[in-house]
């Protein structure tokens, strides 16, 4: 198949081989110019890669739609269209922090945007207040609701949890929203580790029951003996962070530790000289229990009636984890039974607890969720999540978002190239698509020397889908929702991996977007399988279209795209250019691809301006032209 190419100004040019490819993968510095170099004026992709050991748990990318603001949609309350663009500098960012956070934090937010200190808001404050604002921070004590991120109508784009546990914030409606959650996972480990362990040795001795006497006036020496820890065996229920370090400290006072974790590797736990074991292992054999995991549905109440029957009579119990693992009514009515001998609890289902006869019983030592409150804890949680949230805002990558995917640095430097032709690719094949009619299936083919199994295309797919769904409705799509998106407007994307005859230096040869089941308004789009079909590559850093339907073609995806189909014959260039030329509208690229001699060409040309009906028109009247349509990128 011929094919032929010219520049802006008339003048042919070789066409570029197909196979030749710059290299897409720039340095990791020179990665955000790079983007934004290449970046249609309407979207711009940028992010940050960070090598910090405190930000090396994973990295995400966050999409910005500089130019599109667009109405919410009906569907959903939730489906609003956000502006992520980083604001210019006279439009500071509004960051509203609703629990106490560390002063170095607030200084760092306040150097990049207005914060706002407002603590104990009622649920309908925080409501009326988060729609002017860009940035929310919690700790636990504020619950982040549907309702929140509803009241948002769209402009929240970060929630940042100046701690662990997310259980406070409608991840769900987050994700829905496109807004993305950020935490700041390990700057609280180790206060959260010595709670533990200072409520362990509290409890074993009676120590605030014992001072509380003593205050009392009162001198009962033998009331409150305690029981030792050496040689007693503790069971970590979760052995992640907190855990593997309430484990160590634990060892260190000589106690045999165990632990439950159905998803801890056994390197670590070997590392620690701790033994993981089945749940009811540990319910049965433990002294001590100590618990670690997060509050999800699956550990919902699972310390409940049943739990509590299998271990063994006289245990103790800490809890710093989420008051809402243990049911604590079964708690007491195990405290009463003595099954278990003692409790100690930072955490409760309702915080602060109302009338909790569990708060009140002598067996039970409580402290008001203290686990992540030291001052050193604190100052490098307020830290840690004032970084992210600021990076989050500037559309930097998060090492420590919760409600997007992980993906190495490493792969993301080598896609980045890719994200632009992925998401142009989906936004012209919608538009190939003829009105009326519903898309369902769209079929996704990669090309890469690579082994099929090790390409990521979790971004492309993510790409692909905004560029789809936004021409044609009112929702905004990011990493954060477009599994999410695609799968409320029905669409089924499928992913084919294909192992190209061409480098493999580079991630991805060529994308091709396929949409089945569909009419489309320019004939010469659809494949011989009946499908849409168009395929793109990154040449020079630039995305290209290199197919259209069966014809190849080669034109740079920048600007808007005329698509032509007509008789192969000589002066066609010519012709069409002097229509637009006359109008005013600037060719930034054409090419020509032949599919028979003398008889079908597959014109593509790239124009810098939208032209207007009447010049359209007179591109259709041109005798030999036989199908045409405009396409917007
Ligand atoms: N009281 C406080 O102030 C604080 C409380 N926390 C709580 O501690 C929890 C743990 O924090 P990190 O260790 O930093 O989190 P992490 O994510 O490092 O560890 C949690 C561990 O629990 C495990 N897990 C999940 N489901 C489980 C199940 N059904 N049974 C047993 N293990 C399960 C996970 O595999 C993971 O290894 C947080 O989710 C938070 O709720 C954390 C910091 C301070
Ligand atoms: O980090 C966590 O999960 C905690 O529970 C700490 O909560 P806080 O930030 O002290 O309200």
């Avoid at 362990?197 to 029951?209: E, G, H, P, S, W």
């Avoid at 800490?318 to 039974?337: F, H, K, P, T, Y």
Wanted: aromatic fraction near 4%; charge should be neutral.
């Amino acid at each position: 198949m011929a094919m032929a190419s010219a520049s802006a100004k008339g003048v042919f040019s070789s066409p570029l081989p197909s196979s030749s490819f710059s290299n897409p993968s720039p340095k990791s510095s020179s990665l955000l110019s790079f983007l934004r170099n290449t970046a249609s004026t309407t979207t711009a992709i940028s992010f940050k890669l960070s090598h910090s050991p405190s930000h090396s748990r994973c990295h995400f990318f966050t999409v910005n739609n500089v130019l599109k603001t667009v109405a919410p949609t009906e569907n959903s309350d939730l489906n609003h269209s956000q502006d992520l663009s980083p604001p210019s500098p006279n439009q500071r960012s509004t960051i509203l922090v609703s629990e106490k956070l560390g002063e170095a934090g607030l200084e760092l937010l306040r150097s990049f945007g207005d914060v706002e200190c407002l603590y104990d808001l009622s649920p309908d404050e925080l409501c009326s207040k988060i729609s002017s604002c860009d940035a929310l921070i919690v700790r636990s004590g504020t619950k982040v609701t549907r309702q929140v991120f509803e009241a948002a109508k769209g402009r929240l784009k970060v929630v940042g949890r100046a701690g662990v546990g997310i259980d406070n914030v409608d991840l769900q409606a987050a994700t829905e929203s496109g807004c993305l959650v950020v935490n700041a996972p390990t700057a609280n480990t180790v206060a959260a580790a010595e709670h533990g362990i200072a409520l362990l040795a509290a409890m074993a001795r009676n120590v605030a029951q014992a001072d509380a006497s003593v205050k009392a006036g009162k001198w009962q020496r033998s009331k409150y003996v305690g029981v030792s820890l050496v040689g007693k065996t503790l069971a970590v229920m979760g052995f992640g962070k907190v855990g593997s370090e309430v484990a160590r400290r634990a060892k260190g006072l000589g106690m045999h530790v165990i632990a439950h974790d159905p998803y801890a590797p056994t390197d670590r736990a070997r590392a620690l000289g701790v033994e993981l074991v089945s749940f009811n292992q540990a319910m049965e054999t433990a002294d001590f229990v100590s618990l670690h995991m997060p509050l999800t549905p699956t550990t919902s109440k699972v310390f409940n009636d049943e739990t509590f029957a299998k271990m063994k009579k006289g245990v103790r119990i800490v809890n710093v984890a989420r008051g809402g693992v243990i049911d604590e009514d079964a708690l007491l009515r195990a405290l009463e039974s003595g099954i278990v001998a003692q409790a100690a609890l930072d955490v409760f289902t309702e915080e602060p607890p109302k009338e909790s006869k569990l708060v009140q019983h002598e067996n039970v030592t409580v402290t008001p969720h203290l686990g992540a409150s030291t001052k050193e804890a604190q100052a490098c949680v307020a830290i840690e999540i004032a970084e992210a949230v600021v990076g989050a805002l500037k559309g930097e990558l998060s090492a420590t978002a919760v409600n997007a995917p992980m993906v190495p640095p490493e792969v993301l430097s080598e896609l980045s190239p890719y994200f632009l032709v992925a998401e142009k690719l989906g936004r012209l094949a919608v538009q190939l698509v003829a009105g009326g009619s519903g898309i369902r299936d769209v079929r996704v083919i990669y090309r890469s020397a690579r082994n099929p199994d090790v390409l990521d295309t979790r971004l492309l797919r993510a790409m692909i889908t905004k560029g789809i769904v936004e021409p044609i409705s009112a929702s905004f799509v990011n990493l954060v929702n477009a599994d999410f998106t695609a799968k409320q407007k029905g669409l089924r994307i499928i992913e084919e991996r294909i192992v190209a005859d061409s480098s493999p230096e580079f991630p991805v040869d060529s994308i091709q977007v396929q949409i089945s089941n569909v009419d489309s308004k320019f004939k010469s789009a659809v494949s011989n399988n009946g499908d849409i079909s168009i395929e793109g590559k990154v040449k020079f850093g630039i995305p290209h279209l290199t197919c259209v339907g069966s014809s190849a073609v080669d034109v740079s995806l920048e600007g808007n795209l005329i698509l032509c189909r007509q008789v192969d014959q000589p002066g066609m260039i010519g012709q069409v250019g002097n229509i637009l030329a006359e109008n005013n509208v600037n060719v930034s690229f054409m090419s020509v691809g032949r599919t028979v001699r003398r008889k079908k060409a597959i014109m593509a040309i790239g124009v810098d301006e939208e032209p207007d009906k009447e010049t359209l028109k007179r591109i259709g009247e041109v005798p030999a032209i036989e199908e045409f349509v405009f396409l917007k990128l």
